[in-house]
């Protein structure tokens, strides 16, 4: 399998050329530094991304959403997944504290997502 | 009517306000007083609820109401006061004229820091033809309902402009089910950053159509379809070649415009390059105890560097506010080659600090020497693998070269021989 990915290390964007089976790389072609050998590797093996979402909360003056994201990169094809669940979730609660996990464990990936807000 | 003084009142509670605020405040400023139109502090950042805020600042990744929060949290420990739901009207010398639900308020101040931010350029700034029907939004409208009053603003999108904004609403949307039929840009490249290219459009296989505009809009009462069509190199559309996307909303994420009407009423002259005020490298502007700071400076795409100016600005009118600013001859700072603006305007010769001097390229270029020059003195120099218009490029002048500036200091970006 060979894969095109645009570094995003720096502004050049190279288009860095990853050729590979099964997760192993047999070949990297185009980049224009080592950092941008790192990023492709990693892109080809496992892709992975901060979730970010907002969900409701009840209880609280403040009347907003409550930002929210996951404590680490979580695999992309699992992004939409994740989706799903945090889409049910909602919380009641007085006080929402700056980082506290509001969903442990998404989708069994170790992952928490946690609050990115303080709230009252 | 009430009125109040103090020595520093700064507008707008985003990320330029509230570093302003804590660098006044760290600066020996008595009184810091900030006024904020809505009802909690942190401005835009509260509806940017990505990552990516902070690597160069904080050198970690953040979302933008943690980002916010790490100055919120400072701000209310240095016992900086804020009024929330209050609307800085009117500015006349040192006297700012502020309303809320008590009347009206009127603030005298040693000094004024502008810290509004911007706003995004609408339907009406482009005069996109077609009917006027609903489901016609700004990305960053899109965004707030989205993010903080948890409202989906369609079910099938297209969006025009490939801004950061545009592209990470793309993703958002994306992921709440919505879909995203094509991310719609005029030029013949991207207007963001590549990262949010990778990470909002490919990654969810979102189109991405380069030199295509929208030429139409269908629908009554809410949007049926837009019709796109490619543009030739003057940017005319070719209509014989457009086609029809239906949907039932479109974003528009095509530019931001500095948020300047409180200063135009304090007569602070604006200058066309950036909609922005000109400044020195105190943030100083042409009203020597009005400072601007952040997006209604200049717009910039890291708010990192919206706290670095947020703190210069907040320093300096500290320093103003009890006569220590420095002040002396000012030379201009001049776009040269390849430079569509430099920021700060203005430098004062006297300064015994580096100056940090933000500039944005014309056309984007690979391999690249950009240099701060007055006459044949050279002044900084730095090579970079590439430029964009999108991304914002800086020198530093270090203090020690600052005797041999002379009547201008010249910003050039010169191609390099191709390796």
Do not use: W
Not at chain 1, 105 to 112: W, Y
Not at chain 2, 78 to 87: A, G, I, P, R, S
């Amino acid at each position: 399998m060979e894969k095109e990915i645009i570094c995003v290390i720096c502004p050049k964007g190279c288009r860095i050329k990853v050729a590979g089976e099964d997760g192993q790389i047999h070949k990297i072609e185009n980049y224009g530094c080592k950092r941008g050998v790192e990023y492709a590797s990693s892109e080809f093996v496992s892709p992975c991304r901060i979730l970010t979402s907002s969900i409701p909360v009840e209880g609280t003056k403040d009347k907003r959403m409550l930002p929210i994201r996951s404590s680490s990169p979580i695999p992309r094809d699992k992004l939409l997944h994740c989706m799903e669940q945090i889409k049910k979730t909602k919380i009641n609660n007085a006080v929402v504290q700056m980082h506290q996990p509001v969903i442990k464990n998404i989708l069994g990936t170790g992952i928490d997502m946690i609050a990115c807000r303080t709230m009252r | 009517m009430k009125t109040r003084k103090c020595d520093v009142v700064i507008v707008g509670s985003g990320p330029a306000g509230l570093a302003a605020a804590i660098a006044a405040k760290e600066n020996n400023a008595g009184s810091v007083l900030i006024i904020e139109r809505d009802a909690y502090p942190g401005g835009i950042l509260q509806q940017c609820i990505h990552p990516g805020f902070g690597l160069k600042y904080f050198n970690e990744e953040l979302t933008g109401p943690e980002y916010a929060q790490r100055f919120i949290d400072k701000a209310s420990a240095l016992k900086v006061e804020t009024l929330f739901n209050t609307m800085a009207i009117h500015i006349n010398q040192d006297v700012l004229t502020c309303v809320n639900t008590d009347g009206v308020l009127k603030i005298e101040a040693g000094a004024i820091i502008l810290a509004m931010g911007c706003r995004e350029r609408t339907r009406a700034n482009l005069v996109i033809p077609g009917s006027r029907p609903a489901g016609i939004y700004t990305a960053g409208t899109a965004q707030r309902l989205m993010n903080i009053q948890g409202h989906k603003v369609g079910k099938e999108i297209v969006i025009l402009g490939s801004g950061d904004i545009g592209m990470i609403m793309a993703r958002r949307m994306t992921l709440e089910g919505v879909k995203v039929k094509a991310v719609v840009e005029i030029m013949p490249y991207l207007a963001g950053l590549t990262r949010n290219k990778v990470q909002c459009l490919d990654d969810f296989g979102i189109p991405l159509l380069l030199s295509h505009t929208i030429v139409d809009i269908t629908g009554i009462d809410r949007v049926e379809s837009v019709t796109i069509a490619p543009v030739d190199s003057n940017r005319n559309p070719i209509l014989e070649k457009s086609q029809i996307i239906t949907c039932d909303t479109l974003l528009l994420s095509v530019g931001l415009i500095p948020e300047n009407e409180l200063s135009k009423t304090g007569e602070v002259p604006i200058i066309p390059a950036t909609k922005g005020a000109s400044v020195n490298q105190y943030m100083q502007t042409l009203r020597p105890n009005i400072f601007s700071c952040g997006n209604v400076l200049h717009v910039n795409d890291l708010v990192d560097n919206v706290s670095r100016e947020g703190e210069i600005a907040g320093m300096a009118a500290a320093l103003y506010s009890r006569g220590e600013l420095p002040e002396g001859e000012e030379v201009p700072t001049v776009a040269g080659e390849n430079i569509n603006y430099v920021c700060p305007q203005r430098i004062v010769k006297t300064s015994n600090k580096d100056i940090e001097l933000f500039f944005r390229v014309k056309v984007p270029g690979h391999d690249v020497i950009l240099v701060a020059q007055s006459g044949d003195n050279m002044l900084a120099r730095r090579k970079t693998i590439a430029v964009s218009p999108g991304e914002i490029e800086s020198l530093t002048i270090k203090k020690e070269l600052l005797k041999d500036i002379g009547s201008q200091i010249t910003i050039n970006a010169i191609k390099t021989e191709v390796r």
